[in-house]
């Protein structure tokens, strides 16, 4: 699967950005899908992941009640809606998609097989 995320950007804090992930080259809706993010200096970390179906979605505690995770297995495309974002989230955000290994999404990068580029999100105050 090649994966292509788009959609970061430069915002003030408060404000909102839509990321995208377009797949391609494989069966888009057999994986599981993950947002990731790096700060520098810090190790990548979980924000948002959605099931191949599409039914269950999960957020890291700093995602909850601002980002929203959903996918399109139409289009093969998942999308991070990004609100009331905040200094902190500036990141380079990473999709990332694995096989439905387990009963849940998986919260760490190795559990995801195939990754994009990355898109840098900067959130100034």
């Known amino acids: 699967v090649q994966l292509q995320a788009s959609g970061g950007g430069l915002v003030q804090a408060g404000g909102s950005l839509r990321l995208s992930c377009a797949a391609s080259?494989?069966?888009?809706?057999?994986?599981?899908m993950g947002w990731f993010r790096q700060a520098p200096g810090k190790e990548r970390e979980f924000v948002a992941g959605?099931?191949?179906?599409?039914?269950?979605?999960y957020y890291a505690n700093s995602a909850k009640g601002r980002f929203t995770i959903s996918r399109d297995n139409a289009k093969d495309t998942v999308y991070l809606q990004m609100n009331s974002l905040k200094p902190e989230d500036t990141a380079v955000y990473y999709c990332?998609?694995?096989?439905?290994?387990?009963?849940?999404?998986?919260?760490?990068?190795?559990?995801?097989?195939?990754w994009g580029q990355g898109t840098l999100v900067t959130v100034s105050s």
């Open positions: 959605i099931r191949y179906s599409g039914g269950s979605t």
């Open positions: 080259g494989r069966t888009f809706i057999g994986y599981d």
């Open positions: 990332a998609a694995g096989p439905p290994k387990y009963s849940t999404v998986v919260t760490t990068p190795r559990g995801y097989d195939y």
